[in-house]
């Protein structure tokens, strides 16, 4: 089955300790996402990929780190999380690169990620 | 830069009533796709439609009917006889111009609540 699959599911953690959050996709994709969503404010592109070791800045970077070592994984890194990062957080992948990306989108489950 | 506003937090509507749901995006470029996705309380993103800037056919899907307007910026989305099961978040996003897929903005979303 195609699917992108984050983990976990729930994350509860404290300030500053580091954290990664998952995201594999098992349908070959070059183009892979990380979004959050608060209130308000929709979903916010943080970082996206557009192939093995090409990364870059969405609209909302700071304060996350990414890396795409291989093609299915696209991990997103906390180095030291802090309260204004409490959120929920999509990882996405598309077979497309170009503008209707939006269209051939598979998220995953989404991550719930709270910082005390 | 691209931005989509829903200016419409939130909408309750009983049963069986028709409902718009507004959005309006901004954008520099002549190419640009525009999208409407759901989410209903399970929190998974599902894609709903895609239309491009050269196609201002609107267009129908059973309940569900799109009106897209160059003149006003605007690519309203209406549920017509609406049921319990459309209760969820709608967003509304865009894509701007022939390679950029990687930059999809969405609006804030609107939820609806459809009463029985």
């Known amino acids: 089955e195609a699917q992108v699959t984050q983990n976990p599911r729930y994350l509860i953690t404290v300030t500053g300790k580091k954290l990664t959050v998952t995201c594999s996709q098992n349908?070959?994709?070059?183009?892979m996402s990380w979004y959050r969503q608060d209130p308000g404010l929709g979903l916010r592109q943080i970082y996206y990929s557009m192939n093995v070791e090409v990364t870059d800045k969405g609209d909302v970077p700071e304060g996350y780190k990414v890396s795409r070592k291989e093609k299915r994984n696209f991990p997103l890194i906390l180095e030291s999380p802090s309260p204004n990062q409490t959120s929920l957080y999509f990882c996405a992948s598309s077979l497309s690169r170009g503008p209707d990306v939006g269209e051939k989108l598979f998220f995953g489950s989404g991550t719930q990620l709270s910082v005390l | 830069a691209q931005k989509v506003t829903q200016a419409q937090t939130e909408i309750s509507v009983v049963e069986k009533e028709d409902v718009t749901l507004d959005c309006v995006y901004e954008?520099?470029?002549?190419?640009?796709?525009l999208f409407w996705y759901k989410q209903p309380p399970s929190g998974e993103l599902v894609f709903l439609i895609r239309?491009?800037?050269?196609?201002?056919q609107n267009e129908i899907s059973g309940r569900y009917s799109w009106n897209f307007q160059k003149s006003t910026s605007s690519f309203n989305f209406t549920i017509t006889a609406s049921q319990v099961v459309d209760s969820a978040v709608y967003f509304c996003?865009?894509?701007?111009?022939?390679?950029?897929?990687?930059?999809?903005?969405f609006g804030e979303g609107t939820q609806l609540t459809v009463n029985p």
């Open positions: 349908m070959n994709h070059e183009y």
């Open positions: 954008t520099r470029d002549t190419t640009y796709y």
């Open positions: 996003a865009l894509s701007e111009g022939e390679t950029s897929g990687s930059r999809l903005t």
């Open positions: 239309r491009n800037s050269f196609d201002e």
